[in-house]
T-cell receptor
Framework: ETGVTQTPRHLVMGMTNKKSLKCEQH?????MYWYKQSAKKPLELMFV???????ENNSVPSRFSPECPNSSHLFLHLHTLQPEDSALYLC????????????FGSGTRLTVV | AQSVTQPDIHITVSEGASLELRCNYS??????LFWYVQSPGQGLQLLLK??????LVQGIKGFEAEFKRSQSSFNLRKPSVHWSDAAEYFC??????????????FGKGTHLIIQP
């Protein structure tokens, strides 16, 4: 365990479904992130939250909706996804202290059918 | 904007041989640099990081990396690889603004294959 926990580990959903990914960190960090990792593409930063406030949205389609109710929890709400959204979704956290670095969860493997 | 280049998509090394994975970055300010490793189906594990000070950084699992500002490089090395080192390796640069950490920018990764 890295201190960043993601659930579920695997998710299969239809294009008309609504589901949510959950991320939880117990490291006392103040920033949390969603990354998308697709086959043969570099890791893409999707969203950044600092102290519960969204500070970055990298042109992510509106079918992905993040939520950060507090500094320890981060959600990614999914609806009407496309097959090309199938990927590994990674959550990470970090602290204002640069020396702390970034800690990643194990990811959720999402398959859209 | 910052960017990271890992020029080698695949590298094959014999077990026991030395390893060097290349990483070049582009960033206007002082870079904060990282190497991560990813095993199949897993998340990212931090191998080492560079923020300042000694340009030769020691990490976990016997890895080290050297920061060379003049070459904008942060190459990862290991003197003798083990079969368990077979994985995907990612170099990344971090941006920190006044509000805190703004996320990592990753290279495309290098897939390391270990031959017996």
């Amino acid at each position: 365990e890295t201190g960043v926990t993601q659930t579920p580990r695997h998710l299969v959903m239809g294009m008309t479904n609504k589901k949510s990914l959950k991320c939880e960190q117990h490291l006392g960090h103040n920033a949390m992130y969603w990354y998308k990792q697709s086959a043969k593409k570099p890791l893409e930063l999707m969203f950044v939250y600092n102290f519960k406030e969204q500070t970055e949205n990298n042109s992510v389609p509106s079918r992905f909706s993040p939520e950060c109710p507090n500094s320890s929890h981060l959600f990614l709400h999914l609806h009407t996804l496309q097959p090309e959204d199938s990927a590994l979704y990674l959550c990470a956290s970090s602290d204002r202290d640069i020396e702390v670095g970034y800690t990643f969860g194990s990811g959720t493997r999402l398959t859209v059918v | 904007a910052q960017s990271v280049t890992q020029p080698d998509i695949h590298i094959t090394v014999s077990e026991g041989a030395s390893l060097e994975l290349r990483c070049n970055y582009s960033y206007g300010a002082t870079p904060y640099l990282f190497w991560y490793v990813q095993s199949p189906g897993q998340g990212l594990q931090l191998l080492l990081k560079y923020f300042s000070g000694d340009t030769l950084v020691q990490g976990i699992k016997g890895f080290e990396a050297e920061f060379k500002r003049s070459q904008s490089s942060f190459n990862l090395r290991k003197p003798s690889v083990h079969w368990s080192d077979a994985a995907e390796y990612f170099c990344a640069v971090a941006v920190y603004s006044g509000g805190g950490a703004d996320g990592l920018t990753f290279g495309k990764g290098t897939h390391l294959i270990i031959q017996p």
